[in-house]
């Protein structure tokens, strides 16, 4: 499997690191792994295990997101054909109420996707009626993935960020 990291410049931790003390119990701090996700070579994203302790008994939600896209061609028994840009497919896993046990959280790996299939995008497009014939181009496009981890009773995320994936 080819693994594509996906870097966080400095200017974002930063504003990460900002973002975390108001937004999780007082001495919240990550004990290990590491806060990243990578893109697959299946255009699924897989985010990382990692442990946050001195959060008391606060549990968590996390939620990951990934948003694909696709291009469908309609093609008439004439050879007319048309474009169709068909909806979005977004998948979601989210993963609620981690508790903690012993003043900490060990937030677990998430995997979104896999992609969309063909199928499922041609069944979104709308062709201009049932006699044209409908056809993937050009393959699965992930547009963008999200990733958060909120603590319960907290207004904003402890960890949010999000990407794209390029090949």
Same mark, same amino acid.
Request: one cysteine or more; charged letters at 15%.
């Given at each position: 499997m080819r693994v594509i990291p996906i870097a966080v410049t400095s200017m974002s931790m930063l504003g990460l690191v900002a973002a975390q003390g108001s937004c999780a119990p007082s001495g919240a701090h990550v004990q290990s792994g590491?806060?990243?996700?990578h893109c697959n070579t299946d255009s699924s994203i897989t985010c990382s295990?990692?442990?946050v302790c001195g959060v008391g008994n606060t549990n968590?939600?996390?939620?990951?997101? /990934?948003a694909y896209s696709a291009t469908v061609q309609c093609r008439?028994?004439?050879?007319?054909?048309v474009d169709v840009k068909s909806q979005d497919i977004n998948i979601s896993k989210p993963v609620n109420n981690?508790?903690?046990k012993n003043g900490c959280l060990t937030i677990p790996e998430i995997t979104t996707g896999p992609a969309p299939t063909a199928?499922?995008?041609?069944?979104?497009?709308?062709?201009?009626?049932?006699?044209?014939?409908?056809q993937l181009l050009g393959g699965t496009i992930i547009d963008?993935? /999200?990733?958060?981890?909120t603590f319960i009773g907290f207004s904003c995320s402890y960890v949010s960020f999000s990407g794209t994936c390029n090949a």
């Open positions: 590491t806060q990243e996700c295990s990692f442990q968590a939600n996390v939620d990951a997101n /990934s008439n028994k004439g050879g007319q054909i981690i508790r903690a199928t499922q995008f041609e069944n979104q497009a709308t062709c201009p009626n049932k006699n044209w014939s409908k963008n993935y /999200s990733y958060a981890v």
